[in-house]
Nanobody, 123 residues
Framework: QVQLVESGGGLVQAGGSLRLSCAAS????????MGWFRQAPGKEREFVAT???????SYADSVKGRFTISRDNAKNMLYLQMNSLKPEDTAVYYC?????????????????WGQGTQVTVSS
């Protein structure tokens, strides 16, 4: 079993930056793909970014060029650097683990989820 805990969310003005962190515990996750998803009020949870065990990344079009996903396998950590934030980025952000080596955009492929961290971007 793997536990995931997100941190780093908060309130920021449009154009600002935040860095989300996700700490994994219970077992090493270095051979798994990891990802970030988000869910805004009244909307379905949507894909944001994923990173394979080798560090290959993929992003949703809405965040491409503004967000950067990274991981530190030695620390069992996942990160999401978010720049040029927009009000439409407001959501609860979740980290997740896909026990396959390569990440996917489908949330149903992910096996473990954190509790989420709130990101609010004011205009």
């Amino acid at each position: 079993q793997v536990q995931l805990v997100e941190s780093g969310g908060g309130l920021v003005q449009a154009g600002g930056s935040l860095r989300l962190s996700c700490a994994a515990s219970g077992r090493t996750v270095s051979t798994y793909a990891m990802g970030w998803f988000r869910q805004a009020p009244g909307k379905e949870r949507e894909f944001v970014a994923t990173i394979s065990w080798k560090g290959i990344t993929s992003y949703a079009d809405s965040v491409k060029g503004r967000f950067t996903i990274s991981r530190d396998n030695a620390k069992n950590m996942l990160y999401l650097q978010m720049n040029s934030l927009k009000p439409e980025d407001t959501a609860v952000y979740y980290c997740a683990i896909n026990r396959r080596a390569i990440g996917t955009v489908n949330r149903n492929d992910y096996d473990y989820w954190g509790q989420g961290t709130q990101v609010t971007v004011s205009s």
